[in-house]
């Protein structure tokens, strides 16, 4: 990760497979349906939808503070919670981070190589979202 301005905001997938259990951990997935999320997600994520958790309906981004208090509250995240974020869109990961670092968030990351590389490296996937455990499964880093 050496390549990357600031790879210290970065976590590999190994990292997350040996964190999936961590109740300190969330994973956040960002997307505009929440259907990519139903079919598979990396366990233990929680779905945040763009247009409806973090948008105004003018599309403008959400930045009140009550708003936000009450995603994170939703999703499980208190100050101590380490926030690992990824997106089915290019830099919506970014966007997480950027806007948590905003509200005051020391702890979140990206999560290198996104949802691509988890299924890339054979890491386990989930359709519920009820348990939050990791399968004995290794990822296959390459």
Not at 81 to 86: D, R
Not at 90 to 112: C, M, Q, S
Request: one cysteine or more.
């Amino acid at each position: 990760m050496s390549q990357y301005a600031h790879p210290e905001v970065l976590v590999d997938t190994q990292w997350l497979m040996n964190h999936l259990n961590d109740p300190t951990v969330r994973v956040v997935k960002v997307n505009t349906s929440s259907e990519p999320y139903k079919n598979a997600h990396i366990p233990g994520t929680v779905f945040w939808n763009i247009f409806t958790d973090l948008l105004l309906p003018n599309l403008r981004m959400n930045l009140d503070p009550t708003a936000i208090e009450k995603l994170l509250a939703r999703s499980g995240i208190s100050n101590d919670t380490t926030v690992i974020a990824y997106g089915s869109y290019p830099g919506t990961e970014a966007w997480i981070f950027w806007l948590l670092k905003l509200f005051g968030h020391d702890r979140v990351y990206v999560l290198n190589g996104g949802y691509q590389k988890w299924v890339a490296e054979g890491c386990p996937l989930a359709t519920d979202l009820s348990k939050r455990h990791a399968d004995s499964v290794l990822c296959q880093i390459s």
